[in-house]
Nanobody, 119 residues
Framework: QVQLVESGGGLVQPGGSLRLSCAAS????????VGWYRQAPGKQRELCAA???????NYADSVKGRFTISRDNAKSTVYLQMNSLKPEDTAIYYC?????????????WGQGTQVTVSS
């Protein structure tokens, strides 16, 4: 069984910063592609940023230049540094992780963490 624990969300003023963390635990053999998604009220879940096991990174145009995704494989943790936050960044943020277990490869979602950008 794998658990993903997200942290770091909260209320921040426009222009502020937050860092989200997503820590994976369990009998994990490997972690491959990881992504951060977000879902605003009334909207579909969208990809913000993704990073492969080889370090290739992709960002949505809406966050490019402001958000930075990174991973610490030793800690089985992925981060999303969010700078210059805007009200339109308000959403629930979810991490998504592809892991290899003894029994095969699986995809897991974090529980979500609320980010609210407001003055």
């Amino acid at each position: 069984q794998v658990q993903l624990v997200e942290s770091g969300g909260g209320l921040v003023q426009p222009g502020g910063s937050l860092r989200l963390s997503c820590a994976a635990s369990g009998s994990i053999f490997s972690i491959s592609n990881v992504g951060w998604y977000r879902q605003a009220p009334g909207k579909q879940r969208e990809l913000c940023a993704a990073i492969t096991s080889g370090g290739t990174i992709n960002y949505a145009d809406s966050v490019k230049g402001r958000f930075t995704i990174s991973r610490d494989n030793a800690k089985s943790t992925v981060y999303l540094q969010m700078n210059s936050l805007k009200p339109e960044d308000t959403a629930i943020y979810y991490c998504n992780v592809n892991v290899g277990l003894e029994s095969g490869k699986y995809n897991y979602w974090g529980q979500g963490t609320q980010v609210t950008v407001s003055s």
